[in-house]
């Protein structure tokens, strides 16, 4: 599953949020959205799984305008794992892991012997096994993270979206969870605020500022000390982890530069 957007803007009240937005995914691609605070991540992932409408320009999945899919074909095409997930009501969890097979379900279709089963996978594979019958909202954030990141898997969806996946997750869970969607065969984009994990589990990275996409590429091409000092303000020593093979960014605090330390 290959995800396109061509020329995507967007405002809100007419502040103009994204500019000119051209992306490609491809399939089977693992890759990160990377920027400050405010630069539009959750926006630009808002347009593609159709919270918002883009203003101009139009977004493709395997070559298809989205807002051609029904919601139910949507589903069916694409896990979303979005940043804000309020609920209203008190739900099992078991539910909550439920609801990610709603695309695959006729009108009142009960859950299958098949649907308990990966249900019960799913929960596993994100360390929630015995947590079937605990209500969602009793659950801490890390755990609710995990049972939403359950129903993405039990979606079995050909492309995931992510906003930030590893938000509220202890170290040990966010290597585990980025694993476990690095292990899916299937095609990711997802924001990541930690440039250490993009330049771990992403093929390609996309990086934004101010509403605009100002570097792609491999994360050794687009985590430079040059990028993270203009887009993020701070100084980074960058090397090769020995055991990873990848980028191992160190930040720096402004007094290294000055050489007094507040
Ligand atoms: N509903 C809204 N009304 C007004 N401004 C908004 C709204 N939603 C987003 N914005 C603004 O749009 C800009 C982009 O926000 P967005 O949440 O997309 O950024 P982000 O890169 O995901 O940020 P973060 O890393 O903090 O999650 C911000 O300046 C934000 O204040």
Redesign the pocket.
């Known amino acids: 599953m290959s995800l396109q957007v061509k020329n995507l803007d967007y405002q ?2 007419g ?1 103009s ?1 994204l500019e000119q937005i051209c992306l490609e995914v491809k399939d089977g691609e693992f890759v990160g959205l990377v ?12 347009n593609i799984y159709r919270t918002y409408k883009p203003g101009r320009g139009t977004v493709f999945l395997n070559e298809k305008d989205v807002l051609d899919f029904s919601f139910k074909k949507m589903a069916g095409e694409m896990a979303v794992m979005a ?1 804000e997930n309020h609920v209203e009501f008190d739900f099992e969890v078991r539910d909550m892991v439920m609801f990610g097979r709603y695309a695959k379900k006729k009108f009142l279709q009960g859950d299958s012997a098949e649907d308990k089963k990966l249900c019960e996978k799913c929960l596993k594979e994100v360390g929630l096994s015995g947590y079937e019958h605990r209500s969602y909202l009793s659950l801490s954030g890390g755990e609710k993270q995990r049972v939403l990141l359950a129903r993405v898997l039990m979606q079995e969806s050909a492309f995931i979206v992510l ?2 996946p590893t938000n509220h997750l202890d170290v040990s869970y966010q290597y585990q969870i980025m694993d476990i969607l690095k292990g899916q065969d299937v095609t990711v984009f997802s ?1 990541i ?1 930690d440039l250490n994990l993009a330049a771990l589990y992403c093929d390609r990275i996309i990086f ?1 500022y101010q ?1 605009k996409i100002v570097d792609y590429g491999t994360p050794e091409e687009v985590l430079t000390k040059e990028n993270i000092r203009e887009y993020f303000g701070i100084e980074a020593q960058i090397t090769t982890n020995t055991a990873t093979g990848k980028r191992q960014i160190y930040y720096l605090p402004g007094w290294i530069k000055s050489g007094k330390r507040a």
């Open positions: 809100i009240d502040k949020i920027g400050p605070n405010g630069c539009g991540k959750s926006t630009l992932l808002k940043q906003d930030e924001s605020h934004m509403g």
